[in-house]
């Protein structure tokens, strides 16, 4: 269950920092399904890094705040590789320096964290 909680807050906080922050553009004024390729990005690297807890609810504050400090920089260096590789490709997001990717860092991390936090409670398996 958080899995798929997990994806859906990736999913918009990709798509609020985007929104947000000045600094993130398309890289050639292309369609929305550019974001989508960055969300992809996001997903593959935050399935074979996975800094989250395991419940979110019972997380200890120090580690809960361990882990999201290190996941807004692991989403930082993410933001960067997205925009090296849009600009390799030549579409995708650029973004414009690293301030801004430690901004879209911040609200792809909160944003999946708090998405994880709303709902009921998973059931163990």
Known sequence: MYQR???LGTYLGVGLAAALLPGI???DDGPFWQTILACIGFLIVNQVIHTY????????PV???ALAAVGIVQDSLV????SWLSGQMGSGLHVDGFLTAL???AIT???TLAVMALGPRP???
């Open 5 to 7: 909680r997990r994806i």
């Open 25 to 27: 553009s398309p890289v």
């Open 53 to 60: 807890p395991s419940s979110i609810r019972t997380a200890p």
């Open 63 to 65: 580690a809960l705040l």
């Open 79 to 82: 933001w960067l590789l997205v």
């Open 103 to 105: 901004l879209g860092g």
């Open 109 to 111: 991390r909160v944003t």
């Open 123 to 125: 059931e163990p398996a």
